[in-house]
């Protein structure tokens, strides 16, 4: 049950990375927008929008396939949980309780966060038991 699971992660993890990467390649400009609004203005142009986005659809293809996991599982959890660090306050203070002031308010909806994090984690932790990714199947470690 556990390789069906680690499938399931890898499935799951992938194709979030593949769903923002095609929102930043497809419709940089929104990518841009994010950045500004959650990141601090952090990479907030187009082009590199656009290809951060390409960028993490290869990744998440890489990661649903179980191809290169060596390189691509670190690569995921540094930015599923470098995005979660990133909108820390919507997720100590989901409800706007304390740490949001005057009209700003929390979304909710990034409280998940933690758990993709965790779910990237999960796959370095236990990369020696993923009997179902591509790497292991075809002799690769």
Known sequence: MKPVLL?????????????????????????VGLANK?????????????????????????????????????????MLVGGAFAIWKHILDPLSLYLFTGEAKANILFFP??????????????K???RLALDRLIGRK
Do not use: C, K, M
């Open 7 to 31: 499938l399931a992660l890898r499935a799951s993890t992938g194709a979030l990375l593949i769903v923002w990467g095609a929102l930043r390649a497809f419709s940089p400009e929104r990518g």
């Open 113 to 126: 966060s933690t758990t993709v994090a965790v779910a990237a984690l999960i796959l370095l932790a236990f």
């Open 38 to 78: 959650y990141y601090g203005g952090a990479v907030n142009s187009e082009a590199i929008q656009a290809a951060f986005g390409w960028g993490e659809i290869a990744l998440g293809a890489l990661v649903i396939l179980g191809l290169f996991r060596i390189i691509v599982y670190p690569l995921q959890a540094v």
């Open 128 to 130: 020696s038991d993923d």
